[in-house]
């Protein structure tokens, strides 16, 4: 069964950079659609990156430029490379495991498996 553990969220100021990763465990990630979701309090979750089978990459707007989604199948890790940050992108981030797919999706409902969550502040 595959488990999923984000690691790398903390506390930056605007301007800053991180970079978040997934570690996979159970099973090998190199065919599942992966993403990264993010919540902020009271809101709903929101697909920020997804990457699929065949390294297609799709993005919300209010990240293009800024984020890079990434996979080593090797490590079965996946990473998220945020750059640029703004207090907007305050969040508890969220890696996510769908089916296998060629598309790239930034929808919860294409995805079964998710970690617990880091929490990512960007604040002055």
């Known amino acids: 069964q595959l488990q999923l553990v984000e690691s790398g969220g903390d506390s930056v100021q605007p301007g800053g950079s991180l970079r978040l990763s997934c570690a996979a465990s159970?099973?090998?990630?190199?065919?599942?659609?992966m993403a990264w979701f993010r919540q902020r309090p009271g809101e709903e979750r929101e697909g920020v990156a997804s990457l699929a089978r065949g390294y297609a990459t799709t993005y919300i707007d209010s990240v293009k430029g800024r984020f890079t989604i990434s996979k080593d199948n090797a490590k079965n890790t996946l990473d998220l490379q945020m750059d640029n940050l703004t207090p907007e992108d305050t969040a508890t981030y969220f890696c996510?495991?769908?089916?296998?797919?060629?598309?790239?999706?930034?929808?919860?409902?294409?995805?079964?498996?998710w970690g617990q969550g880091t929490r990512v502040i960007v604040a002055s």
């Open positions: 996510a495991a769908g089916s296998s797919r060629w598309d790239p999706s930034l929808l919860p409902t294409d995805y079964n498996t």
């Open positions: 159970g099973m090998p990630i190199t065919t599942y659609r």
